[in-house]
């Protein structure tokens, strides 16, 4: 812009304002509220961009956009959000068959500050969720039904195997997942070619299983809120086994003697 000593045309000075309300509200700190954040924290994003109102204004939004396959996580996210915030938005679904919602949330960034969260890849469990199984386990299992799978691997000695998959090695969600599950977990490397974008994808995968010394804590914290069913019905069909070895004889490795063949078929 030139100024007017200079001789040059002088233009109008167009001032630009941001104009962000912040109001400040308790949140209670409950399993429902951990099962959200380990989901948005899986498939979710938090995102800011600029809006020009008028010629004189531009207005800078807060938005947070939750985006899966699964409907029953997602209907479940939003009324969590809703119930939590008083807000009321409409999912959507696109043609491939993703389902979603987005908030606007410039007027939470307090509450989100208070809560924890944090939306960077790997998930990170909040302060006030990573040493309490009861927050923990419904966190995690926002985490299985956003970014994990659940399978079940050798047939002769039955495994079960819940997987959380993101971008980034997951050092802290895995050591808390030891602790809160006494349980080893391991991060492994998974490379898979995408044929749609002609390219590599690389992950890392976070795995443990369920086992003598963790059913209890997988079944009374992180089972009941499992939206997604057939991934709810693996870990289910599978904790029978322990409900078989409580008068069974268990094995030295610690697997129970599993003859149901219906458990046996459930392999996805």
Not at 137 to 155: C, F, S, T
Not at 244 to 257: D, M, Q, W, Y
């Amino acid at each position: 812009m030139k100024n007017e000593s200079s001789g040059g045309n002088v233009l109008s000075e167009i001032k630009y304002s941001i104009y962000v309300k912040i109001v400040s509200m308790s949140v209670a700190k409950t399993p429902e509220i951990s099962y959200m954040i380990g989901a948005l924290q899986g498939d979710g994003c938090l995102t800011k961009y600029f809006v020009k109102e008028r010629e004189d204004r531009i207005t800078l939004r807060h938005v947070i956009i939750l985006e899966a396959i699964d409907l029953e996580m997602v209907k479940k996210v939003k009324e969590i959000f809703e119930r939590t915030f008083s807000r009321k938005r409409k999912i959507y679904k696109r043609s491939e068959g993703r389902f979603g919602f987005t908030f606007g949330v410039k007027t939470l960034l307090n509450e989100f500050k208070e809560l924890d969260i944090d939306f960077k890849d790997p998930p990170k469990p909040p302060q006030w969720i990573k040493n309490r199984i009861d927050f923990f386990g419904p966190y995690l299992a926002g985490l299985i039904d956003a970014d994990g799978d659940v399978r079940i691997k050798r047939p002769k000695y039955p495994q079960c195997a819940i997987r959380i998959t993101s971008g980034h090695p997951q050092k802290y969600l895995k050591e808390f997942v030891e602790k809160n599950l006494n349980c080893c977990a391991s991060i492994t490397e998974e490379k898979s070619f995408n044929k749609q974008w002609i390219m590599w994808n690389h992950g890392f995968r976070l795995e443990f299983l369920v086992s003598s010394k963790n059913f209890e804590n997988i079944k009374q914290y992180i089972l009941q809120y499992i939206q997604i069913p057939r991934k709810k019905l693996i870990i289910e069909r599978y904790l029978r086994k322990f409900d078989i070895g409580n008068t069974a004889k268990v094995a030295e490795s610690g697997h129970a003697v599993w003859k149901n063949p219906s458990i046996m078929a459930c392999r996805y």
